[in-house]
């Protein structure tokens, strides 16, 4: 497997410089540390990762060039114009669907894990976010067919490991096609399905950092099959190349 060495001091340094000083000018003045360290070592992340996944969730993939956030923001619609995001992060996505996610993909997208680094704020997680809204219809009717099932993806591991679903997008309404009394209107509501856990920031330089990542999307794994197959993006029992 790829050998992970952890992020180094000075790529970590840089991210917390980057939110004081997040301008053209000192990007450019400190570039080198981004792509001699920290972009490499980002990479070798997502390999180790991919190397643990094909055995895990053989289905979901990670790809040092597809995986991998550009560090530029889109600020063209944005108050916020600072040119920079202040973390790096990696996307691993169902090797059927592509590396798109949500809304941002053309074909809606599929449910994937995430893993991003910031130092005070790293997260790992997974799920489906923001998906257009075929794909978001296909997700409700797949909950509301069968809500027992879709219950038992977050019990186990999952319960331990997570708080529940992220809230960020919540109908206040039931969404239109459903009753207000329907046992899973609970679950309805929500237009992005996803779970986060916070990672500590002692985890980012340490070698066994790929290892930890996939112990929490193994515990995502039934949650992200379940949305995955909702979607016409079934699992695979051994990686195919």
Excluded: C
């Excluded at 792509?35 to 980002?42: I, M």
């Excluded at 331990?160 to 039931?174: I, N, T």
């Excluded at 309805?188 to 916070?198: D, M």
């Amino acid at each position: 497997m790829t050998r992970f060495p952890g992020f180094s001091p000075a790529a970590l340094r840089f991210l917390r410089q980057l939110k004081r000083h997040n301008r053209r000018d000192w990007f450019e003045a400190n570039r080198h540390i981004y792509d001699d360290d920290l972009k490499p070592t980002l990479a070798t992340l997502v390999e180790a990762i991919d190397d643990r996944l094909a055995v895990a969730v053989p289905e979901i993939v990670g790809d040092t060039r597809r995986s991998i956030f550009r560090i530029h923001r889109d600020v063209r619609f944005s108050k916020d114009k600072s040119p920079y995001k202040t973390n790096v992060a990696a996307w691993f996505f169902h090797r059927r669907a592509g590396k798109g996610v949500g809304g941002s993909a053309p074909d809606g997208g599929a449910a994937g894990f995430y893993l991003h680094v910031e130092p005070g704020a790293n997260q790992v997680g997974g799920g489906l976010w923001m998906p257009l809204a075929p794909q978001l219809a296909k997700v409700r009717e797949a909950i509301a067919a069968k809500p027992e099932r879709f219950a038992a993806t977050m019990t186990g591991s999952f319960r331990r490991r997570f708080a529940g679903l992220d809230d960020e997008a919540v109908l206040v309404r039931p969404p239109r096609g459903f009753p207000a009394d329907h046992p899973a209107i609970g679950w309805l509501k929500y237009r992005s399905f996803t779970a986060t856990q916070a990672l500590a920031d002692a985890a980012l330089a340490s070698p066994t950092l790929p290892d930890v990542a996939v112990k929490a999307f193994t515990a995502l794994r039934p949650f992200v099959r379940f949305l995955n197959d909702a979607l016409g993006y079934p699992p695979d029992e051994r990686r195919v190349y």
